[in-house]
């Protein structure tokens, strides 16, 4: 099932395209005086980022460096090593359920977060950034229980020291560790109460922090910058409790990374997409039946108390719970990214519950000799939902193919860096937001760039004036009847433009694999 899960996500890996925030860590990867990260320190005279911005470290950057240097860069580059990632996490996920609340319920729990649509395409596409958050999550839980059951301090220290490298990968981590402690207290008091004790308390905080030094380095140097998060107004919660129910449709990736489906869809390349083709659902919003089976589990936990499912269930649902409320109370939290957070623990809830009703059932049988039924039951319903999921992934993969990646997803970005690379130009100004990023990372930092989000302010103005009267300096754009992020920026460069006596004029448009014109390259001249 792991296999299938990294097999799965390394389909047309190059689709859609890459993302602005997708390629973010390239601030840490090739720091740049023009390309400002919220801390940069400098090391025997090189200068070496370690916040990209006040919530985000420079972990992910720091690991592609080498990786960076060893292959040329590409959507392939970026998006399978974080698949290697995702994929280690799903097995701690797996040993750690296993260790916690038995084999069935693990694998029940493994099958369901495996063929997960968006768990799947946020390790992917990873923008957020989650892989390394997943990852330092799920082993940092399977090294802790691994030391309450064995007793090796080794495990405390690993669990934690993961724990506080989540932390410095990204601030939200933090929620995830105030939920597990949460979760812990409720369902495990007991077991809780008992590990508080000098030796380990010592090696836990010991570990976090070090894991976590770079950050708090970052927060005494600059005081309360990570943690000025505006508080959502109380009109956003019914839109964030709607995007959890998406979230957990499988759904919440449909206004991000893909087309709407209008027109044919382009000619599958392939068998692999003709199969794809035929299997995905036609209708504008495909749905998975984990919904359902969510409300089914929380129908069951009643019945599962004393049950180790039950303790399962009851640790994966305050878990949840617990992590999505910063994310219902903060403002710019909430999106498909934020609440992915805390998957594959809705995935943990429902296996143990299907588990446990299993568990129950059987000791009811036994005496009727006829035990095979509840386990061919659960895990024709676990195939079920499987199936479900993998229909909703096949959907995805139909938009993308077939209709391409939405406009900050656009596989157009590889034919624009191509055709920069081959001007030469001698400065390239991007007068919108969600290009910069991308072309940084597959030029491999040659390109001459520069993001010139315009507005009306002089000192952003005067940025372009030694370059206008420049013949090779070229400007960017989004294509009219793209949206773009700024809407006022190209039209406040027109005017500038003008008031000077210029005019620009459109270079070359940039077209994605269906023809539509995605982003326009202008040359500014004498009237």
């Known amino acids: 099932m792991i296999a299938a899960f990294a097999g799965l996500g390394s389909l047309w890996i190059a689709w859609p395209g890459l993302e602005y925030d997708e390629a973010r860590f390239v601030v840490a990867s090739y720091p740049h005086p023009d390309v400002r990260a919220a801390y940069t320190m400098h090391f025997h005279g090189q200068p070496v980022v370690l916040m990209v911005v006040s919530?985000?470290?420079?972990?992910?950057?720091?690991?592609?460096?080498?990786?960076?240097?060893?292959?040329?860069?590409?959507?392939?580059?970026?998006?399978?090593?974080?698949?290697?990632?995702?994929?280690?996490?799903?097995?701690?996920?797996?040993?750690?359920?296993?260790?916690?609340?038995?084999?069935?319920?693990?694998?029940?729990?493994?099958?369901?977060?495996?063929?997960?649509?968006?768990?799947?395409?946020?390790?992917?596409?990873?923008?957020?950034?989650?892989?390394?958050?997943?990852?330092?999550?799920?082993?940092?839980?399977?090294?802790?229980?691994?030391?309450?059951?064995?007793?090796?301090?080794?495990?405390?220290?690993?669990?934690?020291?993961?724990?506080?490298?989540?932390?410095?990968?990204?601030?939200?981590?933090?929620?995830?560790?105030?939920?597990?402690?949460?979760?812990?207290?409720?369902?495990?008091?007991?077991?809780?109460?008992?590990?508080?004790?000098?030796?380990?308390?010592?090696?836990?905080?010991?570990?976090?922090?070090?894991?976590?030094?770079?950050?708090?380095?970052?927060?005494?140097?600059?005081?309360?910058?990570?943690?000025r998060q505006p508080a959502s107004p109380r009109d956003q919660y019914v839109n964030k409790l709607r995007g959890l129910q998406s979230a957990l449709q499988g759904k919440a990736l449909e206004p991000w990374?893909?087309?709407?489906?209008?027109?044919?869809?382009?000619?599958?390349?392939?068998?692999?997409?003709?199969?794809?083709?035929?299997?995905?659902?036609?209708?504008?919003?495909?749905?998975?039946?984990?919904?359902?089976?969510?409300?089914?589990?929380?129908?069951?936990?009643?019945?599962?108390?004393?049950?180790?499912?039950?303790?399962?269930?009851?640790?994966?649902?305050?878990?949840?719970?617990?992590?999505?409320?910063?994310?219902?109370?903060?403002?710019?939290?909430?999106?498909?990214h934020h609440l992915v957070l805390f998957f594959p623990f809705p995935q943990l809830f429902v296996g143990a519950g299907l588990a446990g009703a299993k568990a129950v059932v059987d000791r009811w049988l036994a005496r009727r000799r006829s035990s095979w039924a509840p386990a061919a039951a659960l895990w024709v319903l676990i195939l079920l939902l499987a199936a479900a999921n993998l229909r909703v992934v096949a959907h995805h993969y139909f938009r993308i193919v077939g209709y391409g990646g939405g406009v900050y997803w656009s596989e157009a970005i590889y034919s624009l860096e191509d055709a920069l690379t081959r001007r030469s130009p001698e400065k390239i100004f991007l007068l919108d937001w969600g290009m910069l990023m991308q072309l940084r990372l597959l030029s491999g930092d040659r390109l001459p760039l520069a993001e010139a989000i315009l507005s009306n302010e002089p000192p952003h103005l005067a940025n372009l004036e030694p370059y206008l009267a420049n013949p090779r300096a070229v400007y960017v754009k989004y294509a009219a009847g793209e949206p773009p992020a700024f809407p006022k920026s190209a039209k406040t460069f027109f005017d500038f433009v003008a008031r000077r006596g210029l005019h620009s004029e459109i270079a070359e448009t940039i077209r994605d694999r269906r023809g539509r014109a995605i982003y326009e390259i202008l040359v500014v001249r004498k009237q």
């Open 55 to 227: 919530y985000m470290g420079a972990l992910k950057g720091w690991l592609y460096i080498p990786i960076l240097k060893a292959w040329p860069p590409s959507a392939a580059l970026v998006r399978l090593p974080m698949l290697l990632v995702g994929a280690a996490g799903l097995y701690c996920f797996y040993l750690f359920a296993r260790r916690a609340f038995g084999t069935t319920a693990a694998l029940a729990a493994l099958a369901l977060a495996a063929t997960d649509p968006i768990y799947l395409f946020t390790t992917r596409l990873d923008w957020g950034p989650v892989a390394i958050q997943h990852f330092c999550l799920l082993g940092g839980c399977l090294a802790v229980l691994k030391w309450w059951q064995q007793r090796r301090a080794c495990y405390l220290a690993l669990g934690f020291f993961l724990m506080g490298v989540g932390i410095f990968d990204k601030a939200s981590f933090l929620w995830l560790l105030g939920a597990l402690a949460l979760a812990t207290a409720a369902a495990f008091p007991r077991q809780l109460w008992s590990s508080l004790r000098p030796g380990p308390l010592a090696v836990a905080a010991v570990s976090l922090l070090v894991g976590a030094a770079p950050f708090l380095y970052y927060c005494w140097k600059w005081p309360g910058e990570t943690f």
């Open 257 to 336: 990374i893909s087309r709407t489906v209008e027109g044919e869809p382009i000619e599958p390349p392939g068998a692999l997409a003709r199969v794809v083709y035929a299997l995905a659902p036609r209708e504008p919003e495909a749905e998975t039946l984990f919904l359902p089976a969510v409300v089914l589990a929380l129908f069951l936990l009643p019945a599962l108390p004393f049950h180790p499912s039950g303790r399962g269930m009851l640790f994966a649902l305050l878990f949840c719970l617990a992590a999505f409320l910063p994310m219902l109370l903060l403002r710019d939290a909430g999106a498909a």
